[in-house]
């Protein structure tokens, strides 16, 4: 279930205690836009012992949002981070498939030194730039571990020469782009994230923009406050085809438990399913139920 995706201001130790009771289908605490540079290492120990703590949160997914390869912070902010406890991470302003590439080979080397089995670490790669744009279909397929696009509308203006005019013609400043990247997602057999709304307090606007992303093709929306949560999850309720994937997946996985096997992936019409998929079954089983 990607339908909502917060952002955790990660220089505060408050603000990742308050994340621990979020109910967003992902946190990601964030080392990136939030944190001034001066307080990037302060973050990174703060993450460290965030994820230490992994139980004590409510969500069933966390990732890490670190800094874009641009900036030169891309692989201590990876040293630092991956642990047991992780995961995914939001790697920001993808520009082509080398970076993901990259960051691919620096996971495996890490995973393996701290005994994590080999792909368990997902990217969620944020497409910021008309270049992101134009590469976003082969980003997705980059890597096996990339398991979302996410729209970064507001750098992606910036990278346009644009501003933002909300409410004029449907934003047709960025259109093009918030049309594309869903259809490369599900090209690509992945999910795609919509970007944020920035008005905290306007309700009826982010439930029209929430409804427009997923007609588009979103699975769900970035986020930058927990009172956007719920009103998200309302408008990306799971669809028929999801429930009928979900049921299929937890059967199988049960079946094969329940049988004795030992095989920690199964072949479910053509695709391969494991523990990962079977936990994302089980929350959209689970949310079907709350919404009865």
Same mark, same amino acid.
């Given at each position: ?28 605490l ?9 307080e990037?290492?302060?973050a990174?120990?703060?993450?460290k ?50 970076e993901?590439?990259?960051?691919d ?8 030194e701290i ?5 368990? &670490?997902?990217?969620?790669?944020? +497409?910021? =730039?008309?270049k992101?744009?134009?590469?976003s279909?082969?980003?997705a $397929? !980059?890597? *096996? ?5 996410i729209f970064g509308v507001f ?5 346009m ?7 004029s013609n ?6 093009y ?9 599900r ?6 994230i ?9 309700i009826?606007?982010?439930k ?8 588009l ?11 956007q949560?719920e &009103?998200v999850?309302?408008?990306? +309720?799971? =669809?028929?085809?999801e429930?009928?994937w979900?049921t299929?997946?937890? $059967? !199988?996985? *049960? ?14 019409e ?17 949310d ?5």
């Open positions: 279930m990607f339908r909502s995706l917060i952002f955790v201001p990660s220089n505060s130790e408050r603000y990742l205690n308050k994340a621990k009771i979020l109910n967003a289908d992902i946190v990601c964030d080392l990136e836009d939030s944190v001034p540079i001066v990037k290492e302060q990174r120990q703060l993450i012992a965030a994820l230490a703590t992994r139980s004590t949160y409510r969500t069933k997914n966390i990732y890490v949002r670190v800094n874009s390869f641009d900036t030169g912070l891309t692989f201590n902010d990876l040293k630092a981070v991956i642990q047991k406890g992780i995961d995914g991470i939001v790697l920001p302003k993808v520009n082509d498939e080398n993901i590439s990259v960051v080979r620096i996971l495996s080397t890490l995973e393996q005994g994590i089995q080999e792909k368990t &670490i997902k990217i969620g790669a944020s +497409i910021e =730039s008309a992101g744009v134009v590469n279909y082969s980003i $397929k !980059a890597s *096996d571990r990339v398991n979302m696009l750098d992606f203006l910036n990278d020469h644009l501003d933002y005019k909300e409410g449907n934003e047709l400043e960025y259109a782009a918030r049309s594309k990247i869903p259809v490369d997602a090209a690509a057999g992945i999910e795609a919509d970007g944020i709304w920035q008005k905290i307090d306007d009826s606007g982010l029209k923009d929430a409804s427009f992303a997923r007609r093709g979103y699975a769900g929306k970035s986020l930058i406050h927990p009172s949560i &009103i999850h309302e408008e990306f +309720i799971p =669809s028929r085809s429930i009928e979900a299929k997946v937890v $059967k !199988a996985l *049960d079946e094969e438990s329940k049988s004795g096997g030992t095989r920690g992936a199964l072949r479910l053509g695709k391969m399913i494991d523990a990962v998929h079977y936990k994302q079954a089980k929350a959209i089983l689970e079907v139920d709350e919404n009865r």
